[in-house]
């Protein structure tokens, strides 16, 4: 709205709803002041006096200073990188400290893997910022021991510890304690736990109308099919137990449902989908179906970013004979027709005479002979062929 109401002042820019004014001097500037006030009330618009600034030589605009020396960047202000752990997963968060108010930028959580569940207090701890460092932050921990850890000779540590701590000081960072009461957002995000919602005693219900499920107790396969009981009544659910962790064999019936609830709660790639799905469940042709439902998702084709080359419009010589100037594609599949379902189709430009010819497939060769029998042979060799 603002660009369409001051958008062709030349001594004016817009951003959102803040207003920059530039002049040569200070009777310049009250000319354009008026100017500018004059259409924003034309326009039913006010300006808060509070928020002004006139008759600036420099002004804070956008990150920027702006001076008649020039436009620099503002000093850069600190960030700190808040992290902690818990038994089940580390969590992080980045904030901005400006006029003495926090700011969040940046949230990051992940689970723990099965061997990192057993590791110590500190290496949970260490773990959280080795994952979630990337700059010079200043670090700010709960875990006490981890604030000196950095200063202790290199022979104390093991050889994983001594790794996370030299990439950890290759940022060169500072690290400091901070109370436990006052890191509430890098502890709830280590203590996230999602849960998919799923009913297993139906999964289990379901494998037992399921012909499949039979089928996978007799098949030859690396895969080791075990019946792990679930619930308090006996009851059991066919999972593979190969990978240490059981998988549930998910029966047809189900395995839409459980894919729309893992690739919805962030909608990742088709390959990162199938991995986190393969990594709880199983059945067979699974990354198969997975991909294609991921590329059937509406919701990551409206959001995908599609980075196309655009070629510029040909120039073509304008055509010297009938004939000469020939334009060439190739349609199909359609429903099959005497052995055929593509069309080599040529259009003569200055004539506007169509062609059709039947393919059976659209290999380079089957659309030689096509041009050569159903245009060549006929019309003679054209001089340009589009």
């Given at each position: 709205?603002?660009?369409?109401?001051?958008?062709?002042?030349?001594?004016?820019?817009?951003?959102?709803?803040?207003?920059?004014?530039?002049?040569?001097?200070?009777?310049?500037?009250?000319?354009?002041?008026?100017?500018?006030?004059k259409?924003?009330?034309?326009?039913?618009?006010?300006?808060?006096?509070?928020?002004?600034?006139?008759?600036?030589?420099?002004?804070?605009?956008?990150g920027?200073?702006?001076?008649?020396?020039?436009?620099?960047?503002?000093?850069?202000?600190?960030?700190?990188?808040?992290?902690?752990?818990?038994?089940?997963?580390?969590?992080?968060?980045?904030?901005?400290?400006?006029?003495?108010?926090?700011h969040?930028?940046?949230?990051?959580?992940?689970?723990?893997?099965?061997?990192?569940?057993?590791?110590?207090?500190?290496?949970?701890?260490?773990?959280?910022?080795?994952?979630?460092?990337?700059?010079?932050?200043?670090?700010?921990?709960?875990?006490?021991?981890?604030?000196?850890?950095?200063?202790?000779?290199?022979?104390?540590w093991?050889?994983?510890?001594?790794?996370?701590?030299?990439?950890?000081?290759?940022?060169?960072?500072?690290?400091?304690?901070?109370?436990?009461?006052?890191?509430?957002?890098?502890?709830?995000?280590?203590?996230?736990?999602?849960?998919?919602g799923?009913?297993?005693?139906?999964?289990?219900?379901?494998?037992?109308?399921?012909?499949?499920?039979?089928?996978?107790?007799?098949?030859?396969?690396?895969?080791?099919?075990?019946?792990?009981?679930?619930?308090?009544?006996?009851?059991?659910?066919?999972?593979?137990?190969?990978?240490?962790?059981?998988?549930?064999?998910?029966?047809?019936?189900?395995?839409?449902?459980?894919?729309?609830?893992?690739?919805g709660?962030?909608?990742?790639?088709?390959?990162?989908?199938?991995?986190?799905?393969?990594?709880?469940?199983?059945?067979?042709?699974?990354?198969?179906?997975?991909?294609?439902?991921?590329r059937?998702?509406?919701?990551?084709?409206?959001?995908?970013?599609?980075?196309?080359?655009?070629?510029?419009?040909?120039?073509?010589?304008?055509?010297?004979?009938?004939?000469?100037?020939?334009?060439?594609?190739?349609?199909?599949?359609?429903?099959?027709?005497?052995?055929?379902?593509?069309l080599?189709?040529?259009?003569?430009?200055?004539?506007r005479?169509p062609?059709?010819?039947?393919?059976?497939?659209t290999?380079?060769?089957?659309?030689?002979?096509?041009l050569?029998?159903?245009?060549?042979?006929?019309?003679?060799?054209?001089?340009?062929?589009?």
């Open positions: 709205m603002m660009d369409g109401i001051l958008g062709d002042l030349p001594f004016c820019a817009c951003y959102v709803d803040d207003i920059l004014i530039f002049s040569g001097d200070p009777n310049e500037h009250l000319q354009h002041l008026r100017v500018v006030l259409r924003l009330h034309n326009n039913g618009l006010v300006v808060r006096q509070d928020k002004c600034q006139f008759g600036a030589t420099s002004v804070e605009f956008l920027h200073k702006i001076s008649p020396t020039g436009v620099s960047p503002l000093p850069s202000i600190p960030l700190t990188l808040t992290t902690d752990a818990s038994s089940i997963a580390v969590g992080a968060v980045v904030e901005q400290t400006i006029r003495g108010k926090t969040p930028l940046f949230f990051f959580s992940r689970k723990l893997r099965q061997a990192e569940v057993r590791y110590s207090t500190f290496d949970r701890e260490l773990l959280a910022v080795y994952l979630a460092v990337s700059s010079a932050f200043t670090i700010l921990t709960d875990h006490q021991p981890l604030v000196h850890a950095f200063s202790k000779p290199g022979d104390a093991s050889d994983r510890q001594q790794r996370q701590l030299s990439s950890i000081a290759e940022f060169g960072c500072s690290i400091k304690y901070t109370p436990g009461s006052m890191n509430p957002v890098a502890d709830a995000l280590s203590r996230v736990e999602i849960n998919l799923i009913d297993y005693n139906e999964v289990a219900a379901a494998q037992k109308d399921d012909p499949e499920t039979t089928e996978y107790h007799t098949a030859i396969t690396s895969l080791q099919w075990k019946d792990v009981h679930i619930g308090g009544e006996g009851r059991t659910i066919l999972c593979d137990v190969s990978t240490g962790r059981p998988r549930p064999l998910i029966p047809k019936s189900f395995r839409r449902k459980i894919f729309n609830l893992i690739h709660l962030s909608h990742p790639s088709g390959r990162t989908t199938a991995r986190l799905m393969k990594d709880k469940f199983i059945w067979h042709g699974m990354n198969k179906d997975i991909k294609q439902w991921a059937c998702c509406v919701a990551c084709q409206m959001s995908k970013v599609s980075r196309h080359t655009e070629s510029g419009t040909g120039e073509f010589r304008q055509p010297m004979r009938r004939f000469g100037h020939l334009h060439v594609d190739v349609v199909g599949p359609l429903p099959p027709s005497d052995g055929a379902q593509y080599f189709t040529a259009t003569e430009r200055s004539t005479w062609e059709a010819i039947p393919m059976q497939h290999t380079a060769r089957d659309c030689a002979e096509a050569l029998h159903g245009w060549i042979s006929r019309f003679g060799v054209p001089d340009d062929i589009i």
